[in-house]
């Protein structure tokens, strides 16, 4: 029986604290009294104090129940807890059991360090250390102003639990957000909900999980994470940006859409410079790969690094893919060590060991440039060693029509060459067949011709006919008379295997 009594009075002091902890609120004021008809309680009047458990409360009134150890007080208020945190307001009412305080009016402020709340309703709870609103409130720190409808501040963590209708305002950066935590130390906002990030250059970013500090205008986004500037929409697993220098990164499954220009760019890292006054440009690397989309006709463009220089409204202007950079069409498939690709003039330059092929046609030199537009290709210049190449014999692959010279420039009507104009050295080799309907052509010899310059007409991907301008040397003879070293012309080489037949073989290494 003992037993029983002495453990049920240990639960009553282990569950009930309170009750043996509980100080009474101390007070003070110029005038006080008490009225018969509400005998707890004492209406106190002029330089009204209350001292509780270190924290001190300053009023101009208030009625004070000492029995239930609790008071209500008006005009004036100014609350001080360990010399940091201030609380002005024109009514508070205070429990000393609860250490709950709750103050009203038209215009309640708390100052806590570096931080400064307006509203017209705020709780104070000593116990947990926190200070809470369900109204409207404004927040300012050095840096921006924080505006929702609902939050709780823990000031011992110095966080600031959102959960309504979130604002941050800054120099350059204004933020929305449904939750959010706010700390008044780092100045860092966390967003776990969605979240609009708009800056002062008109940048829009979309989160549902990431950060933005309110010092540095840098915001990481790490779920849904878009940007949208101008004409161009940007993704990615993860987005960082700095509204203040403009710049930022992309990590994982970056998407970036020129949508004025119909052009997309993919990577797994990219990083951006939206600064107009450095000239705004978009750097991609890892599977980095360019979209041009016109109908049902694409353009694939892949290399190790893919630079996009943007204009003013942050179109595509220029692209400059490096090392192993190789084009895919349908009509036209390029490679060469470096591209550039000017959007303005719908030039595609190509350097070190360039190629293109169209339709059966191989062209190479030192120097590529083709004039491409988003349907079809229009003409390409080449030089020097300029070299094109045909399979003359698809069933051998040991016959070739060859056209050689210094410098060529190729002309195509929807996407079919049909004329390579050849300035200094010209020369070349094609077979001749004889075709009738129905029948196996029949080889009848090999034309060899050169001379300064050349002009070969090309019809159905065949050479039809070959015009030298100045001294043409030609002949024709059974193939059998011509030596096998005279077959080919100096510097041939069929790359056959390294065209790509596929969007996805761009991102095969030549």
């Known amino acids: 029986m003992k037993l029983k009594i002495i453990f049920i009075f240990l639960c009553v002091i282990i569950f009930t604290p309170n009750v043996f902890s509980q100080k009474k609120i101390n007070y003070k004021a110029s005038w006080s009294e008490t009225r018969p008809s509400f005998p707890d309680e004492i209406i106190m009047t002029k330089e009204v104090q209350f001292e509780h458990e270190g924290m001190r409360m300053y009023c101009d009134s208030a009625i004070f129940n000492e029995k239930e150890n609790r008071f209500r007080s008006f005009g004036n208020i100014h609350i001080v807890q360990h010399d940091s945190l201030h609380v002005w307001g024109d009514e508070l009412y205070y429990e000393g059991e609860t250490k709950v305080a709750e103050m009203f009016g038209e215009k309640v402020v708390m100052k806590d360090n570096n931080i400064t709340l307006n509203t017209t309703y705020l709780i104070l709870e000593r116990i947990p250390n926190t200070v809470s609103y369900t109204r409207w409130a404004d927040i300012y720190d050095n840096k921006s102003t924080l505006r929702s409808r609902q939050a709780t501040y823990d000031m011992t963590t110095k966080d600031i639990y959102f959960v309504r209708n979130v604002e941050i305002n800054s120099e350059k950066t204004k933020v929305y957000s449904d939750t959010m935590v706010y700390n008044t130390n780092t100045d860092i906002a966390t967003f776990y909900g969605p979240t609009n990030i708009i800056t002062k250059d008109s940048t829009f970013i979309y989160t549902e999980l990431g950060w933005f500090n309110t010092k540095t205008e840098e915001s990481m986004s790490y779920k849904q994470s878009q940007m949208l500037n101008e004409n ?97 069409r349908e009509d036209i498939q390029a490679a060469a060590e470096r591209m550039y690709f000017y959007m303005n003039d719908s030039l595609l330059y190509m350097l070190d060991r360039p190629i293109m092929w169209s339709e059966e046609n191989q062209i190479t030199a030192d120097t590529i440039i083709m004039n491409i537009g988003k349907k079809y290709i229009y003409s390409a210049e080449m030089f020097p060693k300029a070299f094109v190449i045909q399979d003359a014999d698809t069933l051998t692959e040991e016959r070739f ?110």
Do not use: C
């Open 232 to 328: 161009r929409i940007l993704q990615a697993d993860t987005l960082f940006y700095n509204s203040q220098t403009k710049l930022g990164e992309g990590l994982k499954n970056v998407y970036i859409e020129d949508t004025a220009q119909h052009i997309i760019l993919t990577s797994h890292k990219a990083y951006i410079n939206n600064s107009l006054d450095t000239n705004s440009y978009t750097f991609l690397t890892q599977q980095a790969l360019m979209r041009q989309i016109n109908g049902k006709d694409t353009l694939y463009m892949h290399a190790d690094t893919i630079w996009v220089n943007h204009d003013t409204l942050m179109n595509v202007k220029n692209i400059y893919a490096y090392y192993g950079a190789k084009v895919y």
């Open 401 to 510: 029509n060859q056209i050689y010279g210094k410098k060529m420039k190729a002309f195509f009507n929807k996407n079919k060459l049909y004329l390579v104009e050849v300035y200094g050295n010209a020369q070349s080799i094609y077979y001749i067949w004889e075709e009738e309907k129905n029948k196996v052509p029949k080889l009848l010899g090999i034309n060899v011709g050169s001379g300064s310059e050349m002009k070969i007409y090309v019809s159905k991907n065949k050479i039809k006919k070959i015009t030298t301008i100045t001294n043409p040397v030609f002949f024709t003879d059974d193939e059998e008379n011509v030596k096998e070293e005279d077959k080919k012309l100096k510097g041939f080489e069929w790359r056959i295997k390294e065209r790509p037949l596929k969007p996805e073989d761009i991102f095969i290494k030549r």
